[in-house]
């Protein structure tokens, strides 16, 4: 069994801080941080460049749960948010393709409603590692080490950043396993893309 996961995610419900400086739009009517919705109210909101922004979620499970290794079910899929909450996805999960029904759903578990297929923890990225007892850990970055993608198969466990900008970072000191920084390509590429990319190279 292969994890994956969405590490440090742009993904929480609306800090306490800044919902006061909120107006609730037609359009726009979940507890869900949006940078897009909610700019001006988290201008300044720590690390707001790394957060509200759920849709780099949303699309990277769904290439995760529709890709082959998924399908066989050879893989854990894991979503850590930047709030240290860890959502347990089940392969078997149908993710709403409209983004504004998979914030529902998504906003209903991030407030401890039940879902049989999407579990939530409160779970730092480190203790997740060592629970799921990841043994050999690649952290994608475009600053690693350029490996070719049949390289992955080396590894049993992979970090994503779930945020647009920023860097991952993880304790080294507080986990079991061996951490190696690896990138696949020479440049940038959004999470969603880096997902495919892992989920391919392990199915083939």
């Given at each position: 069994?292969?994890?994956?996961?969405?590490?440090?995610?742009?993904?929480?419900?609306?800090?306490?801080?800044?919902?006061?400086?909120?107006?609730?739009?037609?359009?726009y009517?979940?507890?869900?941080?949006?940078?897009?919705?909610?700019?001006k109210?988290?201008?300044?909101?720590k690390?707001?460049?790394?957060?509200?922004?759920?849709?780099?979620?949303?699309?990277?499970?769904?290439?995760?749960?529709?890709?082959?290794?998924?399908?066989?079910?050879?893989?854990?899929i894991?979503?850590?948010?930047?709030?240290?909450?860890?959502?347990?996805?089940?392969?078997?999960?149908?993710?709403?393709?409209n983004?504004?029904?998979?914030?529902?759903?998504?906003?209903?578990?991030?407030?401890?409603?039940r879902?049989?297929?999407?579990?939530?923890?409160?779970k730092?990225?480190?203790?997740?590692?060592?629970?799921?007892?990841?043994?050999?850990?690649?952290?994608?970055?475009?600053?690693?080490?350029l490996?070719k993608?049949?390289?992955?198969?080396?590894?049993?466990?992979?970090?994503?950043?779930?945020?647009?900008?920023?860097?991952?970072?993880?304790?080294?000191d507080?986990?079991?396993?061996?951490?190696?920084?690896?990138?696949?390509?020479?440049?940038?590429?959004?999470?969603?893309?880096?997902?495919?990319?892992?989920?391919?190279?392990l199915?083939?």
């Amino acid at each position: 069994m292969y994890n994956i996961v969405l590490a440090n995610s742009a993904l929480e419900l609306i800090p306490n801080e800044i919902k006061n400086k909120i107006r609730r739009a037609k359009i726009y009517k979940y507890d869900i941080l949006d940078s897009n919705y909610h700019y001006k109210a988290m201008k300044n909101l720590k690390d707001r460049e790394m957060r509200g922004r759920p849709d780099i979620v949303h699309i990277s499970l769904l290439n995760i749960l529709d890709s082959p290794i998924n399908h066989e079910k050879k893989l854990n899929i894991y979503v850590h948010t930047y709030d240290d909450k860890v959502l347990t996805i089940d392969p078997n999960t149908r993710l709403p393709r409209n983004y504004f029904r998979f914030l529902g759903v998504i906003e209903k578990v991030l407030k401890g409603e039940r879902n049989p297929l999407i579990k939530m923890e409160e779970k730092t990225l480190e203790d997740l590692l060592n629970d799921i007892n990841a043994k050999n850990i690649a952290l994608m970055s475009k600053t690693g080490q350029l490996v070719k993608p049949s390289h992955l198969k080396n590894f049993d466990t992979f970090l994503i950043g779930g945020f647009p900008y920023g860097s991952l970072v993880v304790n080294e000191d507080k986990i079991t396993g061996e951490l190696k920084d690896i990138s696949i390509y020479d440049k940038g590429l959004m999470a969603w893309t880096v997902c495919g990319i892992v989920c391919y190279a392990l199915s083939f």
